[in-house]
């Protein structure tokens, strides 16, 4: 059969109407996107227009190469901490380069099928930073909403937060007013025209009348950042040094897992409203390739947005056309219109960022893991402190290692190890761990129950809880593996010490080794040192050859019968003969 392109097979069955309806998906989806575009510019510390370009270039490189056919790629509320820390410390030309290098890691990790990995980041950690990139955000607007002036802009929160309070004396009423006119329409506005975007009417009502009544009171776009070219943007290929990489691969991975996590999620919501299923491997190509180009035009980094996804979704999109769309009718207002937009406050512009930070805080699941009070609880509360009081690049290592840490002690307290002899009761004489009792020991055959997944975590407390248990030597060693689902080298290597430090004296034997331990001792070569006839599929196997190992001047006059031959044993009898048919 033959193989559907990377283009064909996302278009087939496309028709006259489905064009229609992504004509329509798209033409909403960009209007929407231009302001958020140069809001999420504007508070990553770059001018209105590289916002646009992004939207422009990223917008319709996604939908070409991406995995999702609805998926909306732009500058996204989640990178304007970190974008707007590297322009700060190190300059704007520096932040293309760290999109650049992104671009290079998000497509990298989809050529090399990196896609299904980002599904294993932890919640908590997600969440974590999430939140805490919601209140970054949201303080950061708090002066544009006040009007405050002679804010000086640090990348320290708590800097930040004793700025605004050491500037509060400047609040600017008429600031105030026009951001609460915005706020109010954005709010009202779902409510009241369900299919007309919120942001756009809030820009549009504020400006008019901060316009129309106070004039020259408040700082706009154009006193801000000089008037908005609606030329296109320049090719410029940034200046990429050695020690520049250097600098900035930290930040630009951040920024790639960032991207990758917001795009994949983004794309996993648009399958859920549609029923259909993304490629992710495809979809990081789509962002690395997008990411890559966008800095050579001015851009800023980009991903997929999952409300501006959603919203194509229920407007009717059926293809990437609509994505494409919505990048032309950006470039599109950006020609005629643009100089227009230099009008628009800052105020105007704040209670829009407040409200997408608003939405992205994830607070209820927040609450809801805090509510917990587990080790989830613990690195959601790392995560979103050293977001907010650090930095996100540190925040996601320290959260993930937090995370990796909680994870490896809770799973090596999932071992358990245990003494064990069958069960007189039971008729196929179970061996459990309750019927060892200090009357009711073997002393020359040791059983043990192993529960849990042997690996470098709990390898050494299996070591020694088994040789501290069998301190007085018994002959025989039955580990009952059959509950161990993995075992790695760590977890083989003491397995090892143990069989080797116990064959000195006497027989160390399994019973139900799971395929992959037993894979694991074959090659490293425990199972040809103890020997093929010392494994046993079946414990009641195991326990036969552990009484021919017996040394029977022992057993007589004992008084432990732990076997069921016991008592033949202790009389000086042979057990087998004494068996009944």
Excluded at 459 to 472: D, K, L, P, W
């Amino acid at each position: 059969m033959k193989k559907k392109s990377i283009f064909t097979g996302r278009y087939a069955g496309y028709s006259v109407d489905s064009f229609k309806k992504d004509l329509l998906s798209g033409l909403v989806v960009g209007i929407i996107a231009i302001p958020l575009g140069m809001a999420f510019a504007i508070a990553s510390g770059v001018d209105p227009e590289y916002g646009i370009y992004t939207t422009i270039i990223a917008g319709i490189l996604i939908s070409l190469f991406g995995g999702s056919k609805f998926q909306i790629g732009g500058p996204t509320g989640a990178f304007i901490p970190i974008l707007f820390a590297i322009v700060l410390t190190y300059g704007y030309e520096s932040l293309l380069i760290a999109g650049f290098l992104a671009g290079i890691l998000l497509l990298l990790m989809g050529i090399f099928r990196l896609g299904s990995l980002i599904k294993y980041i932890p919640r908590p950690v997600t969440i974590g930073f999430t939140s805490g990139i919601a209140v970054l955000i949201f303080v950061g607007q708090i002066a544009n909403f006040l009007g405050l002036r002679d804010v000086e802009k640090h990348e320290s929160f708590l800097m930040n937060v004793k700025e605004l309070f050491l500037r509060i004396d400047t609040i600017n009423l008429y600031s105030v007013v026009t951001a609460v006119i915005c706020l109010v329409a954005v709010i009202l506005t779902p409510k009241m025209l369900p299919k007309v975007p919120g942001p756009l009417i809030g820009l549009l009502v504020s400006t008019v009348a901060a316009t129309a009544f106070f004039p020259s009171e408040v700082a706009t776009i154009g006193s801000a950042f000089g008037e908005i070219s609606n030329k296109l943007p320049a090719f410029h290929f940034p200046e990429i040094t050695w020690e520049r990489v250097q600098l900035l691969i930290g930040p630009a991975f951040v920024i790639a897992m960032l991207g990758g996590i917001e795009s994949l999620l983004s794309a996993v919501v648009a399958d859920g409203m549609t029923g259909t299923k993304h490629n992710s491997n495809r979809e990081l190509i789509g962002q690395g390739i997008a990411n890559m180009v966008t800095p050579l035009f001015g851009g800023i980094p980009a991903t997929g947005a999952i409300a501006r996804t959603a919203t194509n979704i229920k407007n009717g999109a059926v293809s990437p056309f609509s994505g494409i769309i919505h990048g032309l009718v950006v470039l599109l207002v950006l020609l005629l219109f643009a100089p227009y937009a230099s009008a628009i406050p800052l105020a105007s512009m704040a209670p829009v960022l407040m409200i997408v930070a608003w939405n992205m805080s994830e607070r209820r699941v927040f609450v809801s893991l805090m509510k917990t009070k587990t080790a989830d609880s613990l690195v959601l509360l790392v995560t979103f402190l050293l977001t907010v009081f650090v930095s996100l690049t540190v925040a996601v290592q320290v959260g993930l290692l937090a995370a990796v840490i909680l994870f490896v002690k809770q799973m090596s307290e999932q071992l358990v190890i245990a003494k064990a002899l069958p069960d007189p009761k039971h008729k196929n004489e179970r061996v459990e761990t309750h019927r060892v009792t200090n009357s009711r020991d073997c002393p020359q055959i040791s059983i043990f129950n192993i529960e849990g997944p042997l690996f470098f975590g709990s390898a050494q407390t299996f070591e020694q809880s088994i040789m501290r248990t069998i301190n007085y030597k018994p002959n025989v060693l039955l580990l009952r593996m059959g509950k161990v689902p993995f075992m790695d080298a760590t977890g083989e290597a003491y397995l090892s010490s143990i069989v080797k430090d116990f064959s000195k004296h006497g027989t160390v034997i399994f019973s139900g080794m799971n395929p992959h331990p037993l894979s694991i001792v074959k090659k490293t070569g425990l199972y040809d040192y103890t020997g093929e006839g010392h494994f046993f599929e079946h414990t009641g196997e195991a326990i036969d050859f552990s009484l021919e190992q017996l040394d029977r001047n022992k057993c007589l006059g004992c008084q432990h019968f732990a076997f069921k031959e016991c008592t033949a044993l202790s009389a000086g009898l042979d057990y087998k003969k004494t068996e009944s048919p």
